[in-house]
């Protein structure tokens, strides 16, 4: 027989030198806390990190969305746009125009909320660099910013709301006309307007009864079933004798006012109260 040698140092050597590239690559990757996906021209994910391999899992992933090698990430935008969400049409073409060399890099903010809590991402795109052809998609959880954020917001919102109502009842005008402004800049608070609709009393000691002075989209029949409320009777009445805000989440036993096709609302009745007296 005939044997031949064939010295494959050099072979083993550049093997052992691309593991050990690919166990580098593959801890740094893993070493970044955010969600890092890395797609090809066509939009297939060809690598993937820990902290998606994490995030997929606990977001109900089954194993080969865990992995996500394999899978179209544009795909996955396009069945994200037709199941409503409008941000991943802007997030598919913005990805689009990167790997068309269209833009340089692209940034957009996202929701992605979960049953538990209220969640965002600040999605960011770069191009491979060198002669690769490809995407490096970049989440970075940004939850705690937006809700920082929103703190903000509807703090400065209360604080401007009410410099507006001191405003309106150091002014000059009539009561009843100062009532309805008044009401009229609470209605335009952000957290108020899912329901905007409310109306304000004044208390007749004598008669132990409310009067409706004001009010605002409130139906016909409620502004003529509740023109005079007594003491202890529906929520406004039960705010009014007990000096204690009353708060229900739907129409309950307690709201004793009402007609036929009400549409249900919760309802907040706060009473006003100075020096004692509602």
């Not at 989209?217 to 023109?227: D, E, V």
Request: charged content about 20%; some cysteine; glycine content about 8%.
């Amino acid at each position: 027989f005939v044997s031949f040698m064939s010295d494959i140092s050099e072979r083993k050597q550049y093997e052992e030198a691309l593991r050990k590239n690919e166990d580098l690559t593959r801890s740094v990757m893993d070493s970044l806390k955010n969600t890092i996906v890395v797609l090809g021209q066509d939009g297939t994910i060809i690598r993937v990190n820990k902290h998606w391999r994490d995030f997929a899992a606990t977001n109900g992933g089954v194993n080969g969305t865990r992995e996500g090698v394999g899978v179209n990430y544009f795909d996955v935008c396009r069945r994200t746009v037709a199941a409503g969400e409008a941000w991943a049409e802007t997030a598919l073409s913005g990805m689009q125009a990167v790997l068309g060399g269209e833009i340089p890099h692209f940034h957009m903010e996202y929701p992605c909320h979960s049953p538990d809590e209220q969640r965002w991402f600040m999605l960011q795109a770069y191009p491979l660099a060198g002669s690769l052809s490809g995407l490096v998609v970049n989440h970075v959880d940004i939850s705690q910013l937006k809700v920082a954020e929103e703190k903000i917001r509807l703090d400065g919102e209360q604080q401007a709301t009410l410099l507006q109502l001191l405003e309106t009842t150091l002014g000059s005008a009539p009561l009843e006309e100062t009532l309805n402004n008044c009401l009229e800049q609470l209605m335009k608070v952000s957290w108020l307007s899912i329901l905007p609709m409310g109306g304000v009393f004044l208390s007749e000691k004598e008669g132990q009864r409310l009067r409706l002075v004001v009010s605002h989209n409130l139906a016909p029949q409620i502004q003529s079933l509740c023109a005079e409320v007594p003491y202890g009777r529906c929520l406004c009445g039960r705010a009014a004798a007990s000096g204690e805000i009353q708060y229900a989440s739907h129409v309950d036993v307690r709201h004793e006012i009402g007609y036929n096709g009400m549409q249900e609302h919760g309802h907040y009745s706060l009473p006003l109260i100075t020096n004692g007296q509602v």
